[in-house]
């Protein structure tokens, strides 16, 4: 005859013993077996809170009248209606809104009690005796509680005892619903009668181990829940245990906000307790969700200070738990923490978290690896390294670990590929063989998808494959987050070059993947300051980036589709299907390539792949052009070393990228030349051009150019190259480009150029260059642009650089009219007249008064005879406006005013010659 009621005198009797036996076997055998939402069950919830609303007029009425023992009948029903057949049916949701009702009413009725114990109408210590001989067990316990609060307010010095008494008899209830909330009212009612730090701490012990005596029994009965049911209702009953887990991690909380709880009473009393029940209780359930609580509700500090022992936890928990959600709980709380102020990461750094994480982090996922997918190890590396960049800032010692760590968890892992397709093993490497081996220090091993299903068997060997490529896609796209996060903390290029395990991390991605991250290295850099100062940094780099300046060509080939979806595209059952429209246009750099720079078509499945890489190169490749702008020019004779260098990668990588990366380089060594005054540097930005003009005409001429500019302000034997670059320029305009626009532009440069340079060659040299622009003027594909050229050609003999020859000068303005005069369209004409007249003023202006021939002064006259038939529209009133400005600025101008009076003093039988011109013209 052991009663549970422990800690009172025997003769406050608790009711005849014969009933309470049969209520106490009545409750255990009352364990709720979960059932679906009946369509009842929300009628059963309503008539429960409406029997309640109808007794609360009762309850309050005989409380305002002071009828204590009324009120206690009352709330006695009130609470019996918790303990109601017809709530068996209730889900935990729905119980919980009768709950409340009836923990409103009581919480009335216990204020009420306290109110009049304090006014001396009511002892509550007769009350708490008289409730004890309330029949049902569940009303009484309820009454009890409410009563025994009141009790503690009224005598705080009884806490104790009434707390341990309240307890114990707590457990006559087994039922684990019924038990679950009528422990949580027990924790409700007594948290704000607990001790504070006011008490000593043997008393504060005492009292939390009360609470925590409390939050024992709640998830025992709380885990009794998940096996109190048959096999076919367990997703239903974790579901409803879910929504019943604030009411045991309310316990929890209820601890951390006791003011006298410091770290050295967490340490060694509470959290001891607390993991001894998570670990103990083997629910992979309640395991997840209490160890979260723990870490949420605890302060910063006490995390810091007890990580040891939470991790050593986390190895002990059950194999169904989310091991990502709980690291990352405990890792972003801490990152938050040394994220807020500096004393915050320095006290971080001091209690040698990320020792603690590299010590027992690897050993709970070795354990875990088995039962949870690779994806979710990774997503915990990734909190921790979140972690890892939030308190260490300037420790790439400790990124690099942390990406130690995924590599070697990927190796250890079997079953499933990361990578559509062949992909290479994961090798890990020292420093010494990354950097002084040959190329990257790996050897390259094929690896294949291991799978016991074959495509052919049917549908569910095709959907389990859809669902390994997207396991596939997710692992990749966690590791890219990881580079990323490194990427964003870490702008710096030479922080990033400290990661020796870097290129053993992105070889399990695959090769398009690879790419993506190679370009986001060079992408995320914020500042191109020069800061690679050494052959060994610049081989660094190269390795890191050597995916995205790979070549096709040498690259090993990817499988169009996954090897486990190839039988079905071979067999037809997804040809037809996989097509899509494509449409792009290049690049700048793309479009100064000949012919058409956009396109749309519909592609089959494989040339939609490769137009997507090539597209994807080609924006790399700018990125990897970039590289020069990192490149320490304090020494001309290192950046040279350097220059070459970068040379010789990128034409190990493919001669087809060369059109994007070699610019910059050429544009770097053109600026070398003329700050080291070397011939050497001329020779390799030529060696450069040569490569380049095979794919990128236009920038070729340029260069040759730029060039020849170059080598006549180095002067010396370096003028050798100007005639060498000039002729190369005139030979890339008359094979490679095709486009009129552009040989005009290309041909204005030439002689542009050929002016500038040509007091720096010889005159016979010189002499044919004159020869060869005056040509290629002469042969441009439209007359316009050869009037053009032809005036622009002028300059080349009359310059101060190689001395004027008015008859040259002359000879081609006379090509210029006849090219002018042989164009159809009359307004175009008229245009071309008004261009060869400026030119001829300016030439007078310079002082070749030769150029005053009556020709050149029937030119205005014949224009305006040409718009005069044309008749009034929007384009002749522009062209009589050009006409106009061209005549006034030659009148008003002393240096050409002269020009005008020598071209009429010329004009002597012009109608005459008007005549002849316009017939010559018709």
């Known amino acids: 005859k052991d009663y549970p009621f422990r800690g009172l005198a025997e003769d406050q009797s608790y009711g005849n013993e014969r009933n309470y036996l049969k209520a106490r076997a009545r409750?255990?055998?009352?364990?709720?077996?979960?059932?679906?939402?009946?369509?009842?069950?929300?009628?059963?919830?309503?008539?429960?809170?409406?029997?309640?609303?109808?007794?609360?007029?009762?309850?309050?009425?005989?409380?305002?009248?002071g009828k204590i023992d009324a009120g206690v009948k009352v709330s006695a029903?009130?609470?019996?209606?918790?303990?109601?057949?017809?709530?068996?049916?209730?889900?935990?949701?729905?119980?919980?809104?009768?709950?409340?009702?009836?923990?409103?009413?009581?919480?009335?009725?216990?204020?009420?009690?306290?109110?009049?114990?304090?006014?001396?109408?009511?002892?509550?210590?007769?009350?708490?005796?008289?409730?004890?001989?309330?029949?049902?067990?569940?009303?009484?316990?309820?009454?009890?509680?409410?009563?025994?609060s009141a009790l503690v307010t009224t005598k705080p010095i009884l806490i104790e005892e009434v707390m341990s008494d309240l307890l114990t008899m707590c457990s006559?209830?087994?039922?684990?619903?019924?038990?679950?909330?009528?422990?949580?009212?027990?924790?409700?009612?007594?948290?704000d009668k607990l001790p504070d730090g006011e008490r000593s701490r043997e008393q504060l012990e005492t009292t939390i181990g009360f609470v925590l005596e409390n939050f024992t029994a709640m998830n025992r009965l709380w885990v009794r829940l998940q096996y109190d049911c048959p096999p076919e209702m367990n997703k239903l009953r974790t579901k409803q245990r879910r929504e019943l887990s604030l009411l045991v991690g309310s316990s929890i909380m209820t601890i951390s906000k006791l003011r006298g709880v410091?770290?050295?009473?967490?340490?060694?009393?509470?959290?001891?307790?607390?993991?001894?029940?998570?670990?103990?209780?083997?629910?992979?359930?309640?395991?997840?969700?209490?160890?979260?609580?723990?870490?949420?509700?605890?302060?910063?500090?006490?995390?810091?200070?007890?990580?040891?022992?939470?991790?050593?936890?986390?190895?002990?928990?059950?194999?169904?738990?989310?091991?990502?959600?709980?690291i990352a709980a405990l890792t972003d709380r801490l990152s938050r923490f040394a994220s807020n102020s500096v004393e915050n990461c320095e006290a971080v750094r001091n209690a040698r978290t990320f020792d603690v994480f590299a010590t027992y982090l690897p050993e709970v996922v070795k354990k875990f690896a088995p039962f949870i997918q690779r994806t979710e190890l990774l997503r915990a590396y990734t909190s921790f390294l979140r972690l890892v960049l939030a308190a260490y800032p300037d420790g790439m010692e400790f990124v690099d670990q942390v990406l130690y760590f995924c590599v070697t968890t990927l190796q250890a892992t079997e079953g499933s590929s990361i990578t559509a397709g062949e992909q290479d093993k994961i090798t890990t490497?020292?420093?010494?063989?990354?950097?002084?081996?040959?190329?990257?220090?790996?050897?390259?091993?094929?690896?294949?998808?291991?799978?016991?299903?074959?495509?052919?068997?049917?549908?569910?060997?095709?959907?389990?494959?859809?669902?390994e490529l997207a396991e596939c896609s997710a692992e990749e796209n966690v590791l890219v987050q990881m580079i990323s996060m490194v990427f964003e903390a870490h702008k710096d290029i030479s922080d990033r070059l400290k990661l020796r395990h870097f290129m053993a991390f992105i070889r399990v991605l695959s090769s398009p993947t690879r790419r993506k991250v190679a370009a986001m290295l060079l992408e995320s850099i914020s500042e191109y300051k020069q800061c690679i100062q050494d052959e060994t940094t610049l081989e660094k780099l190269f390795v890191y980036v050597d995916p995205l300046i790979s070549d096709g060509s040498i690259r090993k080939k990817q499988p169009l589709v996954h090897p486990l979806l190839e039988k079905f595209v071979h067999n037809g059952a997804l040809e037809g299907e996989i097509t899509m429209t494509i449409s792009h246009a290049g690049t700048r750099e793309a479009q100064d390539m000949e012919g058409p720079s956009a396109q749309s078509s519909v592609l089959s499945f494989g040339q939609t792949q490769d137009k997507a890489e090539e597209l994807e190169m080609d924006a790399g490749q700018q990125q990897v052009g970039r590289i020069v702008h990192l490149l320490d020019s304090s020494s001309p004779e290192r950046l040279f070393v350097f220059h070459r260098m970068c040379f010789d990668r990128f034409r190990k990588a493919g001669e087809k990228n060369l059109r994007l990366t070699l610019p910059s380089l050429v544009f770097a060594s053109l600026r070398l030349a003329f700050t080291w005054m070397r011939?050497?540097?001329?020779?390799?930005?030529?060696?450069?051009?040569?490569?380049?003009?095979?794919?990128?005409?236009?920038?070729?001429?340029?260069?040759?150019?730029?060039?020849?500019?170059?080598?006549?302000?180095?002067?010396?034997?370096a003028r050798g190259y100007i005639l060498h670059c000039i002729e190369k320029a005139l030979l890339v305009l008359e094979t490679r480009i095709v486009n009129s626009r552009e040989q005009l532009r290309s041909l204005t440069l030439i002689t542009s150029t050929t002016t500038t340079v040509g007091g720096s060659v010889a005159a016979v040299d010189y002499e044919s260059l004159c020869q060869a622009v005056v040509k290629a003027g002469s042969q441009l594909l439209t007359r316009r642009d050869q009037c053009t050229a032809l005036c622009d050609a002028t300059e080349l003999f009359w310059n101060d650089e190689t001395g004027n020859d008015a008859l040259r000068v002359v000879e081609c303005l006379g090509m210029a009219i006849?090219?002018?005069?042989?164009?159809?369209?009359?307004?175009?004409?008229?245009?071309?007249?008004?261009?060869?007249?400026?030119?001829?003023?300016?030439?007078?202006?310079?002082?070749?008064?030769?150029?005053?021939?009556?020709e050149v002064g029937q030119l205005l006259a014949i224009s305006k005879n040409l718009l005069d038939e044309m008749g009034p529209t929007s384009k002749v009133h522009a062209a009589r406006k050009r006409l106009a400005r061209a005549e006034k600025y030659a009148l008003n101008n002393p240096n050409s005013a002269g020009l005008l009076r020598s071209l009429r003093s010329n004009e002597r039988g012009s109608g005459a010659m008007h005549s002849d011109d316009e017939e010559k013209i018709s």
């Open 27 to 65: 409750e255990e055998r009352e364990i709720t077996t979960p059932k679906r939402m009946a369509p009842g069950e929300s009628l059963v919830k309503s008539d429960a809170i409406s029997r309640i609303r109808v007794k609360r007029p009762l309850l309050h009425r005989a409380l305002d009248s």
């Open 77 to 148: 029903e009130i609470a019996a209606e918790l303990n109601a057949p017809k709530l068996q049916v209730l889900s935990p949701k729905e119980y919980y809104e009768v709950y409340l009702a009836v923990s409103e009413e009581l919480q009335i009725f216990g204020s009420v009690i306290i109110a009049s114990a304090r006014a001396g109408r009511t002892s509550v210590v007769d009350l708490y005796e008289k409730v004890q001989y309330t029949e049902n067990v569940t009303p009484r316990l309820y009454l009890l509680i409410t009563i025994g």
């Open 172 to 191: 006559a209830v087994q039922n684990p619903i019924r038990g679950l909330f009528l422990r949580n009212y027990y924790a409700q009612c007594v948290k």
């Open 262 to 326: 410091d770290l050295s009473l967490y340490k060694t009393f509470i959290l001891p307790q607390l993991l001894d029940q998570i670990v103990s209780c083997k629910e992979s359930l309640a395991q997840e969700y209490l160890m979260e609580c723990i870490i949420q509700v605890f302060p910063d500090e006490h995390h810091i200070g007890t990580l040891q022992e939470l991790l050593a936890a986390f190895s002990e928990f059950e194999k169904g738990v989310d091991l990502r959600l709980v």
């Open 818 to 854: 006849d090219s002018a005069n042989a164009v159809v369209s009359g307004f175009e004409r008229t245009f071309l007249y008004c261009d060869i007249f400026n030119r001829t003023t300016t030439l007078f202006e310079l002082g070749c008064s030769e150029v005053a021939k009556k």
């Open 429 to 467: 490497i020292t420093s010494d063989e990354f950097f002084e081996g040959g190329d990257d220090g790996m050897d390259e091993n094929a690896r294949t998808s291991t799978t016991g299903k074959d495509p052919d068997s049917g549908g569910d060997a095709f959907n389990e494959t859809v669902q």
């Open 679 to 717: 011939p050497e540097a001329l020779e390799q930005a030529l060696e450069m051009i040569n490569c380049l003009e095979e794919f990128n005409s236009k920038k070729a001429l340029r260069f040759y150019l730029e060039m020849s500019k170059a080598a006549k302000s180095i002067g010396g034997s």
